[in-house]
Nanobody, 115 residues
Framework: QVHVVESGGGLVQPGGSLRLSCAAS????????VGWYRQAPGTQRELVAT???????TYVNSVKGRFTISRDNAKKMVYLQMKSLKPEDTAVYYC?????????WGQGTQVTVSS
């Protein structure tokens, strides 16, 4: 069984930085895609960034140049480095792991950008 756990959220001032972590456990092929999503109150869940097994990355336009997604296969970890944070980045951030035709979600971690 596969489990996904996010961590690293918190309260940060505008312009600040945070690094989110996504830890996967269980039997996982090295061939998986991970996406970071976020959902603010009253809005739909939004795909923020993805990374494939070959480390190809994609980003939503609103975070390009500010967020960086990366992965450590040996540790089964995926990271989302966020800098120059804005109040509109405030949301619950979720990690989604896609492998073997299945999707696995974590519980989410809250990111609040406020002065």
């Amino acid at each position: 069984q596969v489990h996904v756990v996010e961590s690293g959220g918190g309260l940060v001032q505008p312009g600040g930085s945070l690094r989110l972590s996504c830890a996967a456990s269980g039997t996982i092929s090295t061939w998986y895609v991970v996406g970071w999503y976020r959902q603010a109150p009253g809005t739909q869940r939004e795909l923020v960034a993805t990374i494939t097994s070959t480390e190809t990355t994609t980003y939503v336009n609103s975070v390009k140049g500010r967020f960086t997604i990366s992965r450590d296969n040996a540790k089964k970890m995926v990271y989302l480095q966020m800098k120059s944070l804005k109040p509109e980045d405030t949301a619950v951030y979720y990690c989604n792991l896609m492998t073997g035709g299945s999707n696995y979600w974590g519980q989410g971690t809250q990111v609040t950008v406020s002065s």
